[in-house]
Nanobody, 124 residues
Framework: QVQLVESGGGLVQAGGSLRLSCTAS????????MGWFRQPPGKEREFVAA????????IYADSVKGRFTISRDNAKNTVYLQMNSLKPEDTAVYFCAARSGLRVVSQISDYAYWGQGTQVTVSS
């Protein structure tokens, strides 16, 4: 069982930055694929970014490429999402998720473990 706890959300003006953190409870964190997803108000959950255990293989949604960066610190059991040049359309609840295996994927159904989410609100 993996427990994930997100932090770092908040209210920011358009053009600003935030860094989200997600800390995992399990020792298996270092070998897990980690992902960030988000759910805008009134919409379905969508993929944001993911990376492999080494942090070298990353994938991003087109909407965040060049603005968001996913990274991890296995010594701290933590994955990060650095969000720059934020836009009002980035407003959402952000979730981190974990899966075992080797493939870095974007499908929600492939992730077995989820955090509770953290709210990010970008004002115009």
């Amino acid at each position: 069982q993996v427990q994930l706890v997100e932090s770092g959300g908040g209210l920011v003006q358009a053009g600003g930055s935030l860094r989200l953190s997600c800390t995992a409870s399990a020792r298996s964190f270092s070998t897990s694929i980690m992902g960030w997803f988000r759910q805008p108000p009134g919409k379905e959950r969508e993929f944001v970014a993911a990376l492999d255990w080494g942090g070298c293989n990353t994938i991003y949604a087109d909407s965040v490429k060049g603005r968001f960066t996913i990274s991890r610190d296995n010594a701290k059991n933590t994955v990060y999402l650095q969000m720059n040049s934020l836009k009002p359309e980035d407003t959402a609840v952000y979730f981190c998720a974990a899966r075992s295996g080797l493939r870095v994927v974007s499908q929600i159904s492939d992730y077995a473990y989820w955090g509770q989410g953290t709210q990010v609100t970008v004002s115009s």
